[in-house]
């Protein structure tokens, strides 16, 4: 698959796709060179990506996922850790919106507006 098909299958520019290339987060058992030298991507880069744009989606960044994906990197368990870590701090970020919600439902229950002045009741 060239690169450009992979740009429309996956929904990410070519700037990404080559970036992602050069920090070693699509790595070399995804990318072929033709006799041209353009990249032909192997059929496992659709769902590789996939795993990139979804880790991306909760937080982790390029360097988290390249640490993670590096033959170099962080072993399977210490990668469980890492993702048990993450699902933490997603709950943590989700009770302190819970949180916040109920304060405002609070303020909407007294019905305190800008106007009246916050804190006057």
Known sequence: MKINEVSKRINLPISTL?????????????????????????????????????????????????SMI??????????IFILKEKISEIEEAQLKLEHAKQSLNDI???NITCEDGFGKH
């Not at 979804?54 to 390249?66: H, K, N, S």
């Not at 590096?70 to 990668?79: A, I």
Request: with cysteine; glycine share 6%.
């Open 18 to 66: 080559r970036y992602y290339e050069k920090v070693g987060i699509i790595t070399e058992e995804y990318v072929l060179r033709d006799q041209n030298n353009y990249r032909i991507y192997t059929p496992g880069i659709i769902q590789h990506l996939e795993v990139v744009k979804q880790c991306l989606a909760v937080g982790f960044t390029i360097q988290d996922i390249e």
């Open 108 to 110: 909407l229950r007294l």
């Open 70 to 79: 590096s033959k170099n990197g962080f072993s399977e368990s210490e990668q």
